[in-house]
């Protein structure tokens, strides 16, 4: 099977309903030879900053010289960024030859997009012979299609905020219960959460498994010294004036930094020696696309995000404020999905606005454009809100408009993300 017609068939499978539950999955992984227990796993749930965290713990254990899987969702441009074996996308070949397996082994197609390419990335990082992988739930946890995995090194969950309701439940406490699914018995747990009802869940369902818990506290010895906005570096200040480098934006990122120390001592402790700078190392090289990254081109500079929940928006609105943009004539260009709480996101960037050109991304699930605009007519006091067909267009359009602004904002979602920045580079990925 060639690797176009693979990620054909596996497009086919979008319009799937999602179907929670592992007993689909653990068949098929049986009649692959259960791929998913030839490695170790650091397992990674939240609602944000889990794909960071995911990112630079692969960095450093790679810093370390081990060869290391990682397993991460959704992709920008190409559906390889899912599944990485040393910081490099798997080939098509690999690729393709995994999906093909997975496809020979679900005759009855009960399988969905998610859980095809789940199946594929455990049979890629056994024939990679990965020594490690880290693994990011997609959505949840207790019934996510990565938590066939019984015997994690250690379990992680980051922050907990309200998204995918109608999956995961309406309140912080019950969010908190189906992420505390990937709990196993004995595996440490390390969590970023500090709300007590979150916090609670997670503390008493650690101790049901017999799991070590530890929760970094509400201020963490790392804060952000200083920020080189234009290079995209922070530079991260610690206990003992220790000082380490991210590639990565944002007052949160100390705190994920924070956990991500927490992770790999916890792994130290069952014998994997990650020495000081190999964290070092790694966290510099860490790279982690759509997560407040500024690129400039042509004079112009476009600042993207995937926030696409309250919290992570929160997130946003708060590092733009005091990025040197945040003063600036700023042209956004948003687009959702429909099932998200959009408009209290809307709110939350229309101080920032100037102009506002409503998109739809290219996802099945995605929110209209036209009605995107009403909403976001309602709010700020944009000089005008127009409507694109979808992020890349208008991208395309700002970049020939000699009258916008130099500045624009893609958010709301990595769909619109990976369309506008795949524009933005020329069709570079």
């Known amino acids: 099977m060639t690797f176009r017609r693979a990620v054909e068939l596996l497009r086919g499978r979008q319009e799937s309903h999602i179907q929670l539950g592992l007993a689909r999955v653990r068949r098929h992984l049986r009649k692959l030879g259960d791929p998913q227990n030839d490695f170790p796993v650091v397992h990674v749930a939240g609602t944000n900053a889990k794909g960071s965290v995911c990112a630079m713990l692969a960095a450093v254990l790679r810093a370390s010289g081990r060869r290391v899987g990682l397993y991460t969702s959704p992709h920008l441009s190409d559906v390889r ?63 996510d299609a990565t938590n066939v995995v019984d015997r994690p090194l250690v379990t992680v969950v980051t922050l907990i905020d309200r998204d995918h309701m109608n999956f995961l439940g309406n309140s912080l406490s019950e969010i908190a219960w189906e992420k505390a699914g990937i709990f196993k018995r004995g595996a440490p747990v390390l969590t970023a959460e500090t709300k007590p009802a979150p916090l609670t869940v997670l503390r008493r369902e650690a101790s049901h498994n017999r799991a070590e818990f530890r929760a970094l506290p509400r201020k963490t010895p790392w804060n952000v010294e200083r920020t080189h906005w234009r290079r995209s570096i922070q530079v991260l200040r610690g206990p003992g004036d220790r000082r380490i480098r991210v590639p990565l934006l944002g007052n949160s990122q100390a705190r994920n930094v924070a956990l991500v120390l927490e992770v790999l001592e916890a792994l130290r402790r069952q014998g994997w020696g990650v020495s000081t700078r190999a964290e070092e190392t790694g966290l510099a090289e860490t790279r982690w696309p759509g997560r407040f990254e500024a690129l400039s081109r042509r004079g112009r500079t476009l600042i993207m995000d995937g926030a696409h929940n309250v919290g992570a928006m ?25 099932d998200k709480e959009y408009l209290p996101m809307i709110r939350m960037l229309a101080p920032f606005w100037d102009r506002v050109v409503a998109t739809r991304p290219p996802s099945p699930r995605a929110l209209e454009a036209g009605a995107l605009a009403r909403a976001a007519a309602r709010f700020g006091k944009a000089r005008t809100v127009s409507v694109a067909e979808d992020p890349g267009a208008a991208v395309r359009v700002w970049l020939r408009d000699g009258r916008a602004p130099t500045v624009a904002c893609v958010c709301g979602s990595f769909y619109s993300v990976g369309s506008a920045r795949e524009a933005f580079l020329g069709g570079a990925a």
């Open 81 to 143: 960024e899912r599944i990485q074996v040393d910081g490099r996308v798997v080939s098509r070949a690999l690729l393709a030859e995994t999906l093909s397996r997975a496809f020979r082994q679900d005759a009855d197609r009960s399988l969905t997009y998610f859980e095809l390419l789940t199946s594929a990335a455990f049979q890629c990082f056994r024939e990679e012979r990965v020594d490690i992988a880290i693994l990011e739930t997609g959505l949840g946890g207790r019934l």
């Open 314 to 338: 929160r997130h946003f609105a708060a590092t733009l404020k005091r990025s040197p943009w945040g003063r600036r004539r700023k042209l956004f260009i948003l687009g959702f999905l429909r």
